[in-house]
C-alpha cells in the first residue's frame, strides 16, 4: 500500500513562507512524477504543482506560479514545496501524491492513493 507522510505545515501570517515535505514509501519513488494537491474547507481538491521523476518538467496551477516551488530529492524519497508570499487564500490541507508514470505533461495521478495531508493556514 502507498504510503505518504506530508509535514510541514502550520500557521503563518501573510506574505510569509513555508515548506512543505512529502515521504514516499515506494521504492519506486524516483521513477515516479509526483504532485501536491490542496483542498480548502467547503471546495474540491485541487492541483497545485508536479514535478516530473528526473525533476527537469514541473507544472504548477496559475495561481501559485511565481510563488511556489516544488522539487524532490529521490535519496529521500521526498518531495518539497516551498510556499512564498503566502495568502488567505492558500489555507487549506496540502496532499501529495504519486503520478502514474513519470511525466508530468499530462499529469496523471492515483486518485486513491493520498497521505494525510498537512494543514496550512493563513492569516490576514
Known amino acids: 500500500q502507498v504510503q505518504l507522510v506530508e509535514s510541514g505545515g502550520g500557521l503563518v501570517q501573510a506574505g510569509g513562507s513555508l515548506r512543505l515535505s512529502c515521504v514516499d514509501s515506494?521504492?519506486?519513488?524516483?521513477?515516479?512524477?509526483m504532485g501536491w494537491f490542496r483542498q480548502a474547507p467547503e471546495k474540491e481538491r485541487e492541483f497545485v504543482a508536479a514535478?516530473?521523476?528526473?525533476?527537469?518538467?514541473?507544472k504548477y496551477a496559475e495561481f501559485v506560479k511565481g510563488r511556489f516551488t516544488i522539487s524532490r530529492d529521490n535519496a529521500k524519497s521526498t518531495v518539497y514545496l516551498e510556499m512564498n508570499t503566502l495568502k488567505s487564500d492558500d489555507t487549506a490541507v496540502y496532499y501529495c501524491t504519486r503520478g502514474l508514470g513519470g511525466i508530468v505533461f499530462p499529469f496523471k495521478y492515483n486518485r486513491d492513493s493520498w497521505g494525510h495531508g498537512t494543514p496550512v493556514t493563513v492569516s490576514s
Open positions: 515506494e521504492r519506486t519513488f524516483r521513477d515516479t512524477a
Open positions: 514535478i516530473s521523476w528526473n525533476s527537469v518538467n514541473v
